[in-house]
Every structure is written in C-alpha cells, then in structure tokens.
T-cell receptor, first 118, second 112 residues
Framework: ETGVTQTPRHLVMGMTNKKSLKCEQH?????MYWYKQSAKKPLELMFV???????ENNSVPSRFSPECPNSSHLFLHLHTLQPEDSALYLC?????????????????FGPGTRLTVL | AQTVTQSQPEMSVQEAETVTLSCTYD???????LFWYKQPPSRQMILVIR??????QNATENRFSVNFQKAAKSFSLKISDSQLGDAAMYFC?????????FGTGTRLKVLA
C-alpha cells in the first residue's frame, strides 16, 4: 500500500448506527487530518492530529469522535448522525516541520469515504 | 480570518486549448503558501502546483502555471494544451500559519 488509504470507500448508515472510518498513511508523516467535503461548499477541516495529539477541533459536533492511536492511523467514530452529515469524508496527512510558515506542509489526500446517512 | 474564493463553479475548455481558473484570497499574513489541487471524478485529490508567497516568480509545472499577484491577492491557474485527463474539480488552497483553507472548487470540463 502506498500513500493514504481510507476504508470503507462507501458507507450507508442509519441515524442510530455506530460506525467508524479508518485512515492509514504510509508516507511516514506526523500529522493527519479529517475533512468533510459537501457539494458546493469548501472543504471543512474537522480535526487535526499533530504528533498524535489533537491540535484543532473546528467546532465539530460530538457525534463525530476522532482517534489517533499512532502517527500512521486515524479513525473517525460516528454515532447518531443526521442526514445532513452525508458527505465525502477525506483524510489527509502531511509532514509538519517546526517554524510555521517557511516549511510548507503539502497535504496528501486519501480517496475518501462516501457517507450516506438515512 | 483568511478566506479563499473561487468565483467560477464550472468552466469548459476545448481539448488542446488553454483555460484559466481564478482564485482570490484574503489574508493579513505576509508569509504563506498557495496551492492548486485537482480532484478527478472518484479519484484522490492531488497537488497540481504550489506557490510560495515570498517568491515573485510564478510557479510552473509542465502544462500548468500560475499567475500570482500578491498585492491583488490573486492566484489563477493556467492549463495549456488541455487534455481529457485534465477534467476534474480544481481547488485553490491557502496555507498560512498552520492552517489550510480551501475554496469551493471549479469543475473543469474538457471537450473533445
């Protein structure tokens, strides 16, 4: 496996279900991200994990729960979702360097999980 | 807060012709990076080209080039000799201090 992989690629779930999305990166990066991609809207950054620690949570509802057990794996646990949560969920990774800008952090994206909430 | 605007939801170009996708952004930061990402249908998003704000020279990558106007906060992507494989969603992205911000995307159709 190379790059960033995501499973499953498609998921249909009811509002009472509990499911998890998985992301794995094989690039040796130390930062991972979850994005939500909805039609006609900008990509929404949901969570950032840098060195396995969550560094950003952009006011995401608690029905989304991230988990980052190590620098290569990232999960998004889902429970009691709403139909408006239906979207493409993208995972990305990057190699963070110290010093902020001056060390650009190109992100590598996975193929996404197409989530449909009924 | 920084914003990224792509005012063209959809563009079409004839095969072998040239097309320019627009992107404007707003920021108070002086140092940042700008990117164009391509997302083909049902395929992964990949980086097309990047520009460092401190560089005056416009970035180029084969058939892809940018017109970076820092004062105007404009960052357009030019695709020359368009090919059928260029059909995709194109996202403009801004990277300031530790944060990525994406535009809404432009869907590019390439006509044979």
């Amino acid at each position: 496996e190379t790059g960033v992989t995501q499973t499953p690629r498609h998921l249909v779930m009811g509002m009472t279900n509990k499911k998890s999305l998985k992301c794995e990166q094989h690039l040796g990066h130390n930062a991972m991200y979850w994005y939500k991609q909805s039609a006609k809207k900008p990509l929404e950054l949901m969570f950032v994990y840098n060195f396995k620690e969550q560094t950003e949570n952009n006011s995401v509802p608690s029905r989304f729960s991230p988990e980052c057990p190590n620098s290569s794996h990232l999960f998004l646990h889902l429970h009691t979702l709403q139909p408006e949560d239906s979207a493409l969920y993208l995972c990305a990774s990057s190699q963070e360097r110290s010093g902020g800008v001056g060390s650009y952090n190109e992100q590598f994206f996975g193929p996404g999980t197409r989530l449909t909430v009924l | 807060a920084q914003t990224v605007t792509q005012s063209q939801p959809e563009m079409s170009v004839q095969e072998a012709e040239t097309v320019t996708l627009s992107c404007t952004y707003d920021t108070s930061e002086s140092d940042y990076y700008l990117f164009w990402y391509k997302q083909p249908p049902s395929r992964q998003m990949i980086l097309v080209i990047r520009q460092e704000a401190y560089k005056q020279q416009n970035a180029t990558e084969n058939r892809f080039s940018v017109n970076f106007q820092k004062a105007a906060k404009s960052f357009s992507l030019k695709i020359s000799d368009s090919q059928l494989g260029d059909a995709a969603m194109y996202f403009c992205a801004y990277l300031g201090t530790y944060k990525y911000i994406f535009g809404t995307g432009t869907r590019l159709k390439v006509l044979a």
